[in-house]
């Protein structure tokens, strides 16, 4: 069963990989962030509380967050296999995947982590430009789209996330060393801990984790 947990820094290339993985697996892609995103361009009462959090670059709350992901993994789409993308990204995030998991029949089984040293993040960032229709990510610089500016994928206009500027994502750095890092310690506690360098290009990186989703399939 792939019930896949996708880590790493902002800017690793997690978007990038989700939605390989999404088009070869056949999973949902939940990512935490679009969830937000989506929220706050509808104007739910949950967007409202999310957009000032998320766009200065801080950590929307335990409670908030724990809650939606259950809701979301408990749909039936998730009973064969899924991708979460963004979650958990704090220790309370993950002890509570724990419980859950199991309770709903959808224990996490694999760990992907993407390391990329944070001075190479710090020059990825300003280059991304996402795909608000589709979710897909690009790099002005290094992965680009077929046409500047349009998804290769769906069509749609891309997008330069607010948060991606060099104040917001300061902070979304430190939160990462400071309360997602630790997790990678926990999942190897677990076993079910892969790390991948993000410093190939995408496509290597994807072989790479295609080779274990393929093993564990
Ligand atoms: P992302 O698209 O994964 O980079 O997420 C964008 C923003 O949404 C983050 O910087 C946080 O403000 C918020 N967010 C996403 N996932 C979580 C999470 N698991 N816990 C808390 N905040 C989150």
């Not at 949950?46 to 809650?67: C, F, Q, R, W």
């Not at 039936?76 to 419980?99: H, I, K, N």
């Not at 077929?146 to 330069?160: A, N, P, Y």
């Not at 309360?179 to 190897?188: D, F, G, H, V």
Request: charged residues 25%; aromatic residues 6%; glycine residues 10%.
């Amino acid at each position: 069963m792939l019930n896949i947990i996708l880590m790493g820094p902002p800017g690793a290339g997690k978007g990038t990989q989700a939605t390989r993985i999404e088009d070869e697996f056949h999973l949902p892609h939940i990512s935490t962030g679009d969830m937000f995103r989506e929220a706050i361009a509808n104007g739910t009462e949950l967007g409202k509380k999310a957009k000032a959090i998320i766009e200065s670059g801080g950590l929307v709350p335990d409670e908030i967050t724990i809650g939606l992901v259950k809701e979301r993994l408990a749909k039936e789409d998730c009973a064969s296999g899924y991708l979460l993308d963004g979650f958990p990204r704090t220790l309370p995030q993950a002890e509570a995947l724990t419980e859950m998991g199991p309770e709903i029949g959808r224990p996490a089984t694999l760990v992907v982590d993407i390391s990329v040293p944070d001075e190479e993040l710090i020059k990825r960032i300003s280059g991304r430009r996402v795909c608000p229709s589709c979710g897909a990510s690009y790099n002005i610089h290094s992965v680009p789209p077929k046409e500047e500016g349009v998804c290769d994928r769906c069509s749609g206009k891309l997008i330069q996330r607010k948060d991606d500027n060099e104040e917001s994502f300061s902070l979304r750095l430190s939160n990462y060393h400071q309360q997602t890092a630790p997790l990678i310690e926990y999942y190897k506690g677990q076993g079910i801990y892969h790390g991948f360098l993000g410093t190939v290009s995408p496509d290597s990186l994807f072989e790479e984790i295609k080779a274990l989703l393929e093993a564990n399939r």
